[in-house]
C-alpha cells in the first residue's frame, strides 16, 4: 500500500470520528434520546429533565471532564470488578505503547528511514512511496544499526513482564478484596451437583437428602432439585441438584472432593449467581452435552476455514495489480488516483471488518450450547473463541495470506517458520494501520454514538410509551469488545520494531478507548453478572503469546538480514519469557480459579456473630428455583439488579 492509500483511509476514518462525536454531544442532550445515551442514570433516577436552551443543540466536550473523573474505586463500586479489569487493559496498553512508541518513533523510525536497502524516499512526492521505506526492511542487510533493533526487542520484552507481573498481582488482590467487601450471596454457599444416581423407588431429592446428610453432616444445609418444564410432560425431573452448606468453607470442600467411588456419580461444580443461571444447560443429558461439546470444535474449526474466503477476496483489494487481473472491465475506473487509494487503503479494512462482526454472536451461540451452566462462563468462553478466531483471521490469515494458505506445506517444517514470518509480516503493515484506523478509531466512535440502538429508538419513537415501562439497561459485551483490544496489542507488541509507524495510531485508539468506555460505564451498561476479574487471565497469556510471537519474528528478520549473532542471541528470549509466564501461572492464576481456604474461613468467621444470617440461610433454600416454575410477577423491583452499589462476587 502506498502512502496515499493510507492516508485517503486516515482521512475517512477521522472524517467519521468527528462526525459521530459531533452527534453524540448535541444527541445526548436531548430528553427523548435519555434511553440511548444515558439508560443506566435513567434507570436508577439520576438523569434530570432539563428546558429547552440553545446550548443543547451546540457540540460541547463537557462529557469528556465528567467520564475523566470517577476514581478506580468508584468505577468497581458502580460498576464491578470486571468493568475495573476492561479499563486495566487499556490502560496497560497505553503504558506499553507509550514506551514502545518512544523507542519506536524517536529511535527506530529514523534508523530505517536512512537505510538504503529499498528505493530512496523522493519527499517530494511522499504519497506515491510505499510504507515499506519506514520499515525494518529499508536498513541494509548486515548492517550494524539492526543491533538497536535487537535492543529495542530486550527492552520492550522486559518492561512488558514487569507490566504484566504488576497487573497480575493488582488484580489477584482486588479479587481477593472484593471478595472480601462482598455480603453474603447464594452462590458462595453452593454447588452444583450433577449425574445424581436415583435407586427404584426413591426421588432424586431423597437421594440428595440421604448422601449430604450422610457424608456432610455438620455442614449441609439444604437442596434445590432442578426441574424442568416439557412439552409433552407438566415437569420433567432432572438428575442435578444446587445443594447448599452452611459455611463457604463447606461449599468449597464438597467441591474440591470426588464425592464417590465411581467417578461419574455426584459430579460437582461451582454454583453461579442465580441470575447468572443458564437454566436451559439442564435439559441436556451427559452424552448430549459431550456430544455438543464436540459439535462446537467442528463448527469453530470450519467457520475459521470458511473465514478464508472473505479473507482472501480483502487480500485481493489491497493489491492493485491483482483487482485489475480478477475484474478487467474495471481498470479504466481503477486508473482514477482517488478510486484506487479509497479500494486499496479503505475498503479492505471495512470488509473485513462487516465480515468479523458475524463472529462474536456465532461464538456466543456455540458457546451456549456447550454445557457451561451459567451466563457468564458462556460469554468468557464466548470471548476465548473470538480472540483466536479474529486473530487467526486477521493476523494470520490476511496478513500472511500469502504464504500460508499457498504454502501449507511451511508449516509442517518449525524451522522456517520464523523465515516465513520474516517475509511476510512487515509486507502487510500498511494493512495493519489501515484496520487500525478503520475498526479501531471508527468502531469506538461508533460505540458511543451508539448507532444501532439509536436508529431503534427512532423506529420505536412513535409507539406510545407508558411512563411506567421499565428502562432497558445494556451490560458491555466483553466476548466482542475484549479480543479486539487484544488484537491491536498484538499488532503493536509485533509491530513496534518492524514498522514503528503503527504505534501512533494505536495510541490514538487506546486514548479515545479510555475516555468514551469509562463514559460508557457511568451513563450507559450496568454489570448483569460478575466473574470477579476472571477475563484477566485471558489478557495474560495473550501477552505472552504476543511477546513469543514478536521474538519469532525477529529470529527470522535478523536470519534474513545476516545478522546471526543476533538471531542467537534472540533465542533464550521466548525461553524466559514462557518461564516468567509458567511463574505467574503458578502464582496467581490459582487465585482465579477458587479462594483459598484461608480466604473462605476467614469470611465465614466474620459472618458467624452477624444477625442476618439466619434471614439469609432461610431465603437461600429458594434462591435457584427456576424462574419458569415461579408464579407470574406482574411487577418488578428492577432496582435490585441493577443497583450500581450491587455487592456482587463470585467463588
Same mark, same amino acid.
Given at each position: 500500500?502506498?502512502?496515499?492509500?493510507?492516508?485517503?483511509?486516515?482521512?475517512?476514518?477521522?472524517?467519521?470520528?468527528?462526525?459521530?462525536?459531533?452527534?453524540?454531544?448535541?444527541?445526548?442532550?436531548?430528553?427523548?434520546?435519555?434511553?440511548?445515551?444515558?439508560?443506566?442514570?435513567?434507570?436508577?433516577?439520576?438523569?434530570?429533565?432539563?428546558?429547552?436552551?440553545?446550548?443543547?443543540?451546540?457540540?460541547?466536550?463537557?462529557?469528556?471532564?465528567?467520564?475523566?473523573?470517577?476514581?478506580?474505586?468508584?468505577?468497581?463500586?458502580?460498576?464491578?470488578?470486571?468493568?475495573?479489569?476492561?479499563?486495566?487493559?487499556?490502560?496497560?496498553?497505553?503504558?506499553?505503547?507509550?514506551?514502545?512508541?518512544?523507542?519506536?518513533?524517536?529511535?527506530?523510525?529514523?534508523?530505517?528511514?536512512?537505510?538504503?536497502?529499498?528505493?530512496?524516499?523522493?519527499?517530494?512526492?511522499?504519497? %506515491?512511496?510505499?510504507?515499506?521505506?519506514?520499515?525494518?526492511?529499508?536498513?541494509?542487510?548486515?548492517?550494524?544499526?539492526?543491533?538497536?533493533?535487537?535492543?529495542?526487542?530486550?527492552?520492550?520484552?522486559?518492561?512488558?513482564?514487569?507490566?504484566?507481573?504488576?497487573?497480575?498481582?493488582?488484580? %489477584?488482590?482486588?479479587?481477593?478484596?472484593?471478595?472480601?467487601?462482598?455480603?453474603?450471596?447464594?452462590?458462595?454457599?453452593?454447588?452444583?451437583?450433577?449425574?445424581?444416581?436415583?435407586?427404584?423407588?426413591?426421588?432424586?431429592?431423597?437421594?440428595?437428602?440421604?448422601?449430604?446428610?450422610?457424608?456432610?453432616?455438620?455442614?449441609?444445609?439444604?437442596?434445590?432439585?432442578?426441574?424442568?418444564?416439557?412439552?409433552?410432560?407438566?415437569?420433567?425431573?432432572?438428575?442435578?441438584?444446587?445443594?447448599?452448606?452452611? %459455611?463457604?468453607?463447606?461449599?468449597?470442600?464438597?467441591?474440591?472432593?470426588?464425592?464417590?467411588?465411581?467417578?461419574?456419580?455426584?459430579?460437582?461444580?461451582?454454583?453461579?449467581?442465580?441470575?447468572?443461571?443458564?437454566?436451559?444447560?439442564?435439559?441436556?443429558?451427559?452424552?448430549?452435552?459431550?456430544?455438543?461439546?464436540?459439535?462446537?470444535?467442528?463448527?469453530?474449526?470450519?467457520?475459521?476455514?470458511?473465514?478464508?474466503?472473505?479473507?482472501?477476496?480483502?487480500?485481493?483489494?489491497?493489491?492493485?495489480?491483482?483487482?485489475?487481473?480478477?475484474?478487467?472491465?474495471?481498470?479504466?475506473?481503477?486508473?482514477?488516483?482517488?478510486?484506487?487509494?479509497?479500494?486499496?487503503?479503505?475498503?479492505?479494512?471495512?470488509?473485513?471488518?462487516?465480515?468479523?462482526?458475524?463472529?462474536?454472536?456465532?461464538?456466543?451461540?456455540?458457546?451456549?450450547?456447550?454445557?457451561?451452566?451459567?451466563?457468564?462462563?458462556?460469554?468468557?468462553?464466548?470471548?476465548?473463541?473470538?480472540?483466536?478466531?479474529?486473530?487467526?483471521?486477521?493476523?494470520?490469515?490476511?496478513?500472511?495470506?500469502?504464504?500460508?494458505?499457498?504454502?501449507?506445506?511451511?508449516?509442517?517444517?518449525?524451522?522456517?517458520?520464523?523465515?516465513?514470518?520474516?517475509?511476510?509480516?512487515?509486507?502487510?503493515?500498511?494493512?495493519?494501520?489501515?484496520?487500525?484506523?478503520?475498526?479501531?478509531?471508527?468502531?469506538?466512535?461508533?460505540?458511543?454514538?451508539?448507532?444501532?440502538?439509536?436508529?431503534?429508538?427512532?423506529?420505536?419513537?412513535?409507539?406510545?410509551?407508558? %411512563?411506567?415501562?421499565?428502562?432497558?439497561?445494556?451490560?458491555?459485551?466483553?466476548?466482542?469488545?475484549?479480543?479486539?483490544?487484544?488484537?491491536?496489542?498484538?499488532?503493536?507488541?509485533?509491530?513496534?520494531?518492524?514498522?514503528?509507524?503503527?504505534?501512533?495510531?494505536?495510541?490514538?485508539?487506546?486514548?479515545?478507548?479510555?475516555?468514551?468506555?469509562?463514559?460508557?460505564?457511568?451513563?450507559?451498561?450496568?454489570?448483569?453478572?460478575?466473574?470477579?476479574?476472571?477475563?484477566?487471565?485471558?489478557?495474560?497469556?495473550?501477552?505472552?503469546?504476543?511477546?513469543?510471537?514478536?521474538?519469532?519474528?525477529?529470529?527470522?528478520?535478523?536470519?534474513?538480514?545476516?545478522?546471526?549473532?543476533?538471531?542467537?542471541?534472540?533465542?533464550?528470549?521466548?525461553?524466559?519469557?514462557?518461564?516468567?509466564?509458567?511463574?505467574?501461572?503458578?502464582?496467581?492464576?490459582?487465585?482465579?480459579?477458587?479462594?483459598?481456604?484461608?480466604?473462605?474461613?476467614?469470611?465465614?468467621?466474620?459472618?458467624?456473630?452477624?444477625?442476618?444470617?439466619?434471614?439469609?440461610?432461610?431465603?437461600?433454600?429458594?434462591?435457584?428455583?427456576?424462574?419458569?416454575?415461579?408464579?407470574?410477577?406482574?411487577?418488578?423491583?428492577?432496582?435490585?439488579?441493577?443497583?450500581?452499589?450491587?455487592?456482587?462476587?463470585?467463588?
Amino acid at each position: 500500500m502506498i502512502v496515499s492509500a493510507l492516508l485517503t483511509s486516515l482521512g475517512i476514518n477521522f472524517g467519521l470520528c468527528i462526525l459521530f462525536f459531533t452527534l453524540y454531544s448535541v444527541l445526548r442532550k436531548q430528553p427523548s434520546n435519555y434511553e440511548v445515551y444515558m439508560p443506566r442514570l435513567l434507570a436508577d433516577g439520576l438523569s434530570q429533565q432539563r428546558r429547552f436552551n440553545l446550548q443543547m443543540l451546540l457540540p460541547t466536550p463537557g462529557w469528556v471532564r465528567r467520564a475523566w473523573q470517577p476514581s478506580e474505586e468508584e468505577m468497581l463500586a458502580s460498576a464491578g470488578l470486571d468493568a475495573v479489569v476492561f479499563m486495566r487493559i487499556i490502560i496497560l496498553s497505553l503504558r506499553i505503547f507509550c514506551v514502545a512508541g518512544i523507542i519506536g518513533i524517536f529511535v527506530l523510525l529514523p534508523v530505517n528511514c536512512t537505510g538504503n536497502q529499498l528505493a530512496s524516499i523522493d519527499f517530494a512526492n511522499l504519497t %506515491s512511496d510505499s510504507l515499506d521505506v519506514f520499515s525494518i526492511s529499508n536498513v541494509n542487510n548486515g548492517s550494524n544499526k539492526l543491533w538497536i533493533h535487537f535492543s529495542a526487542v530486550y527492552i520492550v520484552t522486559v518492561f512488558i513482564c514487569c507490566l504484566l507481573y504488576y497487573e497480575y498481582r493488582y488484580i %489477584s488482590s482486588k479479587r481477593v478484596t472484593y471478595f472480601h467487601s462482598s455480603k453474603p450471596q447464594p452462590h458462595q454457599f453452593t454447588i452444583l451437583v450433577r449425574s445424581i444416581p436415583v435407586s427404584v423407588g426413591i426421588s432424586v431429592s431423597d437421594s440428595v437428602e440421604r448422601f449430604f446428610t450422610q457424608y456432610h453432616p455438620s455442614t449441609y444445609l439444604s437442596h434445590v432439585v432442578v426441574h424442568r418444564t416439557g412439552k409433552i410432560r407438566n415437569l420433567i425431573e432432572v438428575r442435578a441438584a444446587f445443594v447448599s452448606f452452611k %459455611s463457604r468453607y463447606g461449599a468449597a470442600t464438597a467441591f474440591h472432593m470426588q464425592q464417590s467411588v465411581n467417578p461419574t456419580q455426584w459430579l460437582t461444580e461451582k454454583a453461579p449467581e442465580p441470575h447468572d443461571v443458564y437454566w436451559p444447560f439442564f435439559s441436556s443429558s451427559f452424552m448430549g452435552r459431550w456430544i455438543s461439546k464436540l459439535l462446537v470444535v467442528l463448527a469453530c474449526i470450519s467457520l475459521t476455514v470458511l473465514f478464508i474466503i472473505p479473507v482472501l477476496f480483502v487480500q485481493g483489494l489491497a493489491n492493485l495489480a491483482q483487482l485489475e487481473v480478477w475484474f478487467p472491465f474495471l481498470k479504466s475506473i481503477l486508473s482514477i488516483t482517488f478510486v484506487s487509494q479509497v479500494i486499496t487503503g479503505y475498503l479492505p479494512s471495512l470488509i473485513l471488518l462487516l465480515f468479523l462482526k458475524m463472529a462474536p454472536p456465532i461464538m456466543k451461540f456455540l458457546s451456549s450450547i456447550q454445557g457451561y451452566i451459567s451466563n457468564s462462563e458462556i460469554e468468557k468462553s464466548a470471548c476465548d473463541k473470538v480472540l483466536w478466531f479474529t486473530i487467526w483471521n486477521v493476523f494470520f490469515g490476511n496478513v500472511l495470506s500469502g504464504s500460508v494458505f499457498t504454502q501449507i506445506s511451511i508449516l509442517l517444517e518449525p524451522k522456517k517458520i520464523p523465515a516465513m514470518l520474516a517475509v511476510s509480516v512487515p509486507a502487510q503493515a500498511s494493512f495493519c494501520i489501515a484496520y487500525v484506523v478503520t475498526s479501531g478509531w471508527t468502531s469506538v466512535a461508533t460505540e458511543l454514538f451508539r448507532m444501532i440502538p439509536f436508529i431503534c429508538s427512532l423506529i420505536s419513537k412513535p409507539c406510545v410509551r407508558s %411512563s411506567d415501562d421499565e428502562v432497558e439497561v445494556p451490560s458491555l459485551p466483553y466476548h466482542k469488545d475484549i479480543p479486539r483490544l487484544l488484537l491491536f496489542g498484538l499488532f503493536g507488541i509485533t509491530y513496534f520494531f518492524l514498522a514503528p509507524l503503527i504505534v501512533p495510531f494505536l495510541l490514538i485508539y487506546f486514548c479515545l478507548a479510555y475516555i468514551i468506555y469509562r463514559n460508557q460505564f457511568i451513563n450507559v451498561y450496568a454489570p448483569k453478572y460478575e466473574t470477579a476479574g476472571k477475563y484477566w487471565p485471558i489478557v495474560h497469556h495473550l501477552m505472552i503469546f504476543s511477546l513469543v510471537l514478536m521474538h519469532a519474528i525477529a529470529l527470522g528478520i535478523f536470519t534474513l538480514k545476516k545478522l546471526p549473532l543476533a538471531s542467537t542471541l534472540i533465542i533464550p528470549l521466548p525461553v524466559l519469557t514462557l518461564l516468567f509466564n509458567a511463574y505467574c501461572s503458578k502464582r496467581f492464576l490459582p487465585i482465579f480459579t477458587a479462594y483459598s481456604a484461608e480466604t473462605l474461613i476467614k469470611k465465614d468467621r466474620e459472618d458467624h456473630n452477624d444477625a442476618t444470617m439466619a434471614e439469609f440461610f432461610a431465603r437461600l433454600e429458594t434462591a435457584y428455583f427456576d424462574p419458569a416454575l415461579l408464579p407470574i410477577q406482574y411487577s418488578t423491583n428492577y432496582d435490585s439488579r441493577t443497583s450500581p452499589l450491587l455487592p456482587s462476587t463470585e467463588v
